[in-house]
């Protein structure tokens, strides 16, 4: 028994030797090129984290390799040209981490290994280690993690509490989803007036929101900033739907009074067939799903965009009611943009609980190596708004639609 263990041993001894020196002699003719690559690699991973602090720059998108991949000859897998001034964009909370590294692992891997594009989070509490640790290692630009100034996230001055509790507890006895939060709330005011404005925000001119727990089923093979940009773009959207007409009973109201107080920011040309079917009298309830967005900052930051939110906030229906940001951004969008600012994204394909943008037109979906059912496309639905913005736009429908209808 021992003497066939020892004999063995030297077997094995000899066997671990002869790969050492063969993976020695072969690294070492490795050309260096690919030594520069993996350096190049692991200094795009480190990565940087930046707490709280605009205009920091460093690490990761820095260091973008250049040279073939010695083992198949092919450029890298990074796209060339020019960067956009532009990032992505996630409100969450600490425990939200494992939801949202499903969604940026599904960005990076469909689009932002390309790019590199910067990524912010902000959060009203504090971002935790483990929040920090997992999403700048999931991401190939760099991480940037704010903290909410208290100001964006409370009650303004203005709100009568007695009556917001009211609210709250009449739509609890309704059960009306999300009826009973303060937190959800103070979210969708602040995605519909403060998030383009946290200091982090300042240094971009573009954003792409990305929720927790969101898919995308195809391949993005081009700057979508940068299709924005040229295009002359504003606003994007993938998926359409009506609003819950509790949740916003006064909204138009609001608008209303807003269009009348400003007629000078509601511009010639715009959506508001979109959004009315009585020539804006009164709402129809259709919005763009503010879950997924990519847009432009510096129109959030203008003074039309902020006359209308304070309008808005003033009325109170954030506590009052219910307002969600999506109707808040679409109705800006259709009334203070031309319609041709307002793009759909068709060939970028999104899920967020419980809808489906899978891309009509079957060629679409193989060329970009969509992973979606077409059966669960969302767009040509009777409770989507997309077609209306195709008609508004004399857009033709995409190929197969009638089939998917
Ligand atoms: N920091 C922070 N983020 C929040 C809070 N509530 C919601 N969020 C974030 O705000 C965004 C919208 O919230 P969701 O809970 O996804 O709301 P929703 O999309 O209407 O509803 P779901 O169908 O549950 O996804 C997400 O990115 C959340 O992570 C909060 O209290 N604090
Ligand atoms: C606040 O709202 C309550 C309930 O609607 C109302 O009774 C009260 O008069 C309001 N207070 C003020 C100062 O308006
Ligand atoms: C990016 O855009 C912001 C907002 O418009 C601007 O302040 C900043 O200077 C821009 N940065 C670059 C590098 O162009
Ligand atoms: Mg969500």
Redesign the pocket.
């Known amino acids: 028994m021992a003497g066939s263990t020892r004999y063995l041993r030297y077997i094995v001894f000899a066997f671990i030797c002869l790969i050492v020196v063969f993976l020695f002699s072969s690294t070492s003719s490795v050309p260096s090129q690919a030594s520069n690559i993996i350096k190049d690699q692991t200094s795009r991973w480190r990565g940087s984290q930046v707490d709280d602090v605009s205009g920091a720059h460093t690490g990761k998108n820095d260091n973008k390799p250049t040279s073939p991949n010695p083992h198949t000859g092919l450029p890298p897998a990074v796209a060339s040209g020019p960067r956009m001034n532009a990032t992505f964009v996630?409100?969450?909370?600490n425990n939200?981490v494992w939801e949202i590294a499903r969604s940026i692992r599904q960005v990076e891997d469909r689009f932002n290994r390309k790019y590199n594009y910067d990524w912010v989070f902000l959060?009203?509490q504090p971002f935790d280690d483990t929040f920090k640790k997992v999403t700048s290692a999931l991401t190939s630009g760099n991480t940037k993690y704010g903290v909410i100034p208290e100001e964006h996230w409370s009650f303004p001055d203005f709100i009568n509490q007695t009556r917001a509790k009211n609210v709250r507890e009449d739509m609890a006895a309704r059960k009306i989803i999300y009826g009973d939060s303060v937190?959800?709330r103070h979210?969708c005011r602040y995605e519909s007036g403060f998030f383009f404005r946290h200091p982090l925000m300042l240094d971009y001119e573009w954003y792409w929101r990305v929720?927790?727990s969101i898919e995308l089923f195809c391949d993005i093979n081009y700057d979508t900033f940068k299709y924005m940009a040229d295009n002359n773009k504003k606003y994007s959207f993938v998926l359409s739907l009506y609003e819950y007409v509790e949740t916003i009973p006064t909204l138009w109201d609001s608008v209303k009074g807003f269009m009348k107080e400003h007629p000078e920011h509601v511009v010639e040309g715009n959506s508001m067939q979109f959004l009315s079917d009585d020539g804006g009298n009164t709402y129809n309830h259709c919005h763009f799903w503010s879950?997924f967005e990519i847009g432009n900052l510096n129109w959030l930051r203008s003074p039309a965009y902020i006359d209308y939110f304070n309008k808005l906030d003033r009325d109170g229906g954030f506590f009052y009611e219910r307002w969600g940001d999506a109707p808040v951004h679409s109705i800006a969008a259709g009334l203070m943009l031309k319609k041709e600012e307002i793009h759909f994204f068709n060939d970028i394909a999104y899920y967020?609980?419980p809808f489906t943008h899978c891309p009509t037109g079957e060629q679409t979906r193989l060329d970009l190596k969509c992973h979606c059912n077409p059966k669960e496309n969302f767009d040509w639905n009777g409770y989507s708004c997309t077609s209306r913005y195709f008609e508004l736009n004399s857009i033709t429908k995409p190929e197969g639609y009638e089939k998917e209808q």
Do not use: K, Q, W
């Not at 996630?90 to 909370?93: F, G, K, V």
């Open positions: 996630t409100l969450a909370r939200d959060n009203d937190s959800y979210m929720e927790p879950n967020h609980v």
